[in-house]
């Protein structure tokens, strides 16, 4: 299982509070965007918040980190970090924050 932190207002729209736990099936690597398709089909009112829904791009201002770094501009097809994978540090999505 996958452990996968979500910001409030993402949480609220899915209606689930703390970390949620997500299953990742299939064969191959752990990646970002397998993990990002397991949370759009357990929460599918998610579709489109985090990614567009057409292009698969990261929304402008959602952040990806995991192990204390920022994987944001990683490509979505690269592994996850072990530790994720394992369960032992979550995969953290963020709403980032502009302006001054």
Known sequence: MIRVVLPAHLKTLAHVTGEVAIEVTGDGPVTQRRVLDAIEARYPMLLGTIRDRHSGKR??????????????????????????????????????????
């Open 59 to 100: 929304r402008p201002f959602v952040r990806f980190y995991a192990c204390e770094e920022d994987l944001s501009n990683e490509s979505p097809d690269a592994p996850l970090p072990e530790r994720v994978t394992r369960g032992e540090e979550p995969f953290i999505v963020l709403g980032a924050m502009a302006g001054g």
